[in-house]
């Protein structure tokens, strides 16, 4: 947790930012973008036009395009293909809507009916909804019929979930895709990621593909999809997918996220090799709240030896159902507000981070009086009512970021002192430390309207100078390509160049400066002197702060 008193000693950076622009990044538009182009190629995936590529992974998923996609990507398309005009008119006619499907998707439709894969409503008057909206659970459904699984009325709603145990997609990725409207960039997600899913037989995806002759094994190896070792089928690492926990943790692990979400007041946890022991559900437990930041009010449980699980929470059920539901609201539409199409994730990140600092104010009156309101302490606070504390603004953080595509985590651990929570984020390949708590102008003489980014996207070095963590549970932050200064090039290296770039700017009318050191090895000078000879040179009086544990000065000039 941040202390106030603490911080004044810390001497943190006041700064503008240098009119530097950006780096030009090679990253994608959309998340899925490079599975899209993969999936062409193998063959699975069209694209809207058929002259040219184009995936369209904007357009909003119906229901006529979802099952189209989702037959081609199955390797039906010979079959769908083998139905007449007539065969096909016949099988839709029952259908008061079925004028209205697109001719490209009629016989996809057509199929899907005669399968069993769609069923229309149940109505006197039946219709197909080709034109309704495609959510992300009734997509995971699809894709996991096509997989060979029965998915049974009681068990729809954890399609996303089942398809998460079937190795298809991440865990962080079980939110990213609970999405009422579907647009056609998650579903290549979905099903690029089930590729190499288990199927109801227990072989993946792209095993029956390549034998089937749908897709071309050496094509598959060109795109990097597999590797063929020995006639044996590898599939390549797919960084939006991993599933490393035995299915019987999953099992007892969904059953308490579940629990948590609909705040349940307790539950008989499944009994296998991994819940035998009382210190073995805590470990669980404690994984699932950490690993999903819109659990609200959650505050322990008791276990006892009948395998029941009660749950306490700080707030009564009704209020926190409804606390929920305005969080989830609130992080659609922040999202939506914040993030377009064409934005790297280093641009989705800053935009995220900016809009913390900017709408979320440190909950400096609880703090103090020892008295700090359970809101505080999660992101329905940070984001629903502008008050947080380190754990709110690393879970609002965490949930907006992984909504934007952005792979982010909460971290806890120490910080001078004091119990504290941040986030570790996934950036082109690469992970950082990122504290926004760290990065709020709460102490006292500063300029609030100034945006602090010492803490942005730090090493596992730079921030261990101040915050301690258990590092084997977590992964390790080596990369240094987009911490907020690299990336912005405002690096000297060398006394010179300090006074250089600070007269500089400050001839172009920039008075809030700051600037990181990377001096060379045993190279060092006196910063006082440095500065002085700055004032003299531009007759201006400073005022400035030095960082020493990530050499940042800032300096504002009257």
Known sequence: MKKLTKVLSVLLAICYIFSVPQTASAESAYRFEDEALKLHKLGLFAG??????NPDLGADLNRQVGITLLLNFFGKRAEV???????????LSPFQDQAGVADWARPYMAYAVKTGMVVGTSSATPTLGYSDPLDGVSYAAMILRQLGYTVNRQDFTKSIIRLYEKGAINSWDVNYFEKPQLIKDDAIGMVYGS???TGSDGSALIDKLIESKAVSRDVAVLMGVIKDEANDII????????NSR????????????DALKNQKESIKIVQNEYTDTFEEVVEIVDRCVKENPEILYYNGFSYSTQGEVAFKYRKDAETNRRHSLLLEQKIESVVKELITPSMTDYQKELAIHDYLIENCEYDVEGYESGKIEADSFNAYGALCLGVAVCEGYAEAAALLLNRAGVETLVITGDSRGEKHAWNIVKIDGDYYHLDVTWNDPVQQNSISTIKYYDYFNLTDKEIGKDHSWDKEKYVSCTAEKYNYYIYNNLIVKSRDEFISRVVEEVQKGNKNIV?????????????????????????????YRYNGNLKLVSLSFH
């Open 515 to 543: 600037l990181k050191f990377k001096l060379g090895t045993g190279e060092s000078f006196k910063l006082d002197n440095a500065i002085n000879d700055i004032v003299n040179r531009l007759y201006l009086r400073c005022q």
């Open 246 to 257: 035995p299915s019987g943790y999953n099992e007892a692990y969904f059953q308490l996220l």
């Open 81 to 91: 293909a083998a139905l007449s005009a007539n065969e096909t008119n016949r099988i």
């Open 195 to 197: 590729l190499f899913a």
């Open 235 to 242: 599939p390549v690492d797919f960084s939006h997918r991993t």
């Open 48 to 53: 809207a036009y058929l002259d040219r590529f």
